[in-house]
């Protein structure tokens, strides 16, 4: 899929005011700092579409983007973020869960992770999550390049192994890196297949 507009449509704090619209969403979430502003920002081949916070965790807003008039890729805020007080994690987790149950526009959640690191409890409690509620889901492996071949198929390979203690299969997933835009056609392509299917 080549990528003709991208437009920011509406952020806001309430699942209920986000786009009364039934194109089909793509939902990005992931860690603070994952990588996720700059993976949107790649992904749509603009240079900052979504903003990259200076103060992770902070801002807890649903940003929508309108992309080729068509579909919907959705922002959500970055989880896990150290500093966060534990009520401010509680209504985040509402506010997400909240999204996730009555959105059903949206069609697949693509769940980032850094490729540098080991499974981290809060991803797979999040993905364990999404599983449980039958909400559809991808992993995107971000940061690619800050690795060396070896070392990065050896981190997925652990990945893939952990996942497959908990679940029958591995997730579709996909390897990107910002910088080098590995994994831009693939996942555009993605959504494209399914967005036409
Ligand atoms: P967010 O908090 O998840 O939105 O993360 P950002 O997109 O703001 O990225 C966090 C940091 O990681 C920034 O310093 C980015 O420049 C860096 N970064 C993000 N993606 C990549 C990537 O694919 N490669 C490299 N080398 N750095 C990245």
């Known amino acids: 899929m ?45 240079k900052s579409l979504a903003k990259t916070s200076a103060k992770p965790g902070k801002t807890q807003l649903i940003n929508h983007f309108l992309i080729n008039n068509n579909w919907h890729l959705v922002d959500l805020p970055g989880y896990g973020y150290a500093q966060v007080s534990k009520s401010t994690k509680k209504v985040f987790q509402k506010f997400i869960t909240a999204y996730f149950k009555k959105r059903e526009q949206m069609i697949c959640a693509f769940v980032l992770i850094d490729s540098r690191h080991k499974p981290q409890p809060i991803d797979m409690e999040f993905m364990q999550w999404l599983g449980e509620h039958n909400i559809p889901f991808c992993i995107i492996f971000t940061k690619a390049d800050k690795l060396k071949p070896k070392i990065l198929d050896k981190n997925i390979e652990n990945y893939k192994n952990e996942m497959l203690e908990s679940w029958v299969e591995m997730p579709e997933y996909f390897i990107t890196s910002a910088t080098s835009k590995l994994g831009q056609d693939d996942i555009l392509d993605y959504i494209e297949g399914i967005n036409n299917s």
């Open 2 to 46: 080549k990528i003709k507009t991208a437009e920011f449509v509406i952020s806001n704090s309430k699942v209920d005011h986000c786009p009364n619209s039934t194109l089909p969403e793509y939902a990005f979430i992931g860690r603070s700092n994952v990588g996720k502003s700059s993976l949107i920002n790649m992904l749509t081949g603009r």
